[in-house]
Structures are given as structure tokens and as C-alpha cells.
């Protein structure tokens, strides 16, 4: 919505925030993570760049397996990632 100066004219932050429908505390923060938000995929709704396994090996592992069960057909739950993933991990620190 235009202010009233102009369509071209800056409102107030608490104008635009009211104007979108949202907090003006949560329009500060769109513009402070605009750039996040822009690199981005379109339609997600966590950006997580620089986001590294906490267990890279146990994640190869399980990432191998996986593959071998889904090229011989078998259906993959969450279950199975998180069972497979507890085998995996005492096979290694235990």
C-alpha cells in the first residue's frame, strides 16, 4: 500500500510491517538476513549453507549402505536411517 505522499514515497518499517501483515521485529529481521534469504532455494524454508556432518564418517557409511539397499529395491525409512546410524556408530567408537 502507497503512503500517502506517493507511491514512490519510504513509509515507517512499522507501516510496511502492518501493511505485509507481520511484526516489525520479524521485518528487521528479513533485512538483516536479506542476503540469506535471497541465496536461498526457492520455496525452502531453512537456508543451510555452511552446514557440515557433525559425523562425516558415520554419514559416508550410512550413505554407502544406503545406496547398496535402494539399488536392490529396498524401501527406506526414517527408522532405518536411524537404526542403520546407531549400528554404524558403535561399530565405530564402541
Known sequence: MPS???PNQ????NAA???IGC???MLRTWIWDYNTINASAKGCRKSRLNVSAKELQIEQELYELF???R???RKIGAC???R???LIYSQIYL
Open 17 to 19: 510491517a502492518s501493511n
Open 10 to 13: 519510504l513509509i515507517p518499517n
Open 80 to 82: 532405518w536411517f536411524d
Open 84 to 86: 542403520n546410524a546407531c
Open 67 to 69: 545406496l547398496q539397499k
Open 4 to 6: 500517502k505522499k506517493g
Open 71 to 73: 539399488l536392490i529395491g
Open 23 to 25: 511484526t516489525p521485529k
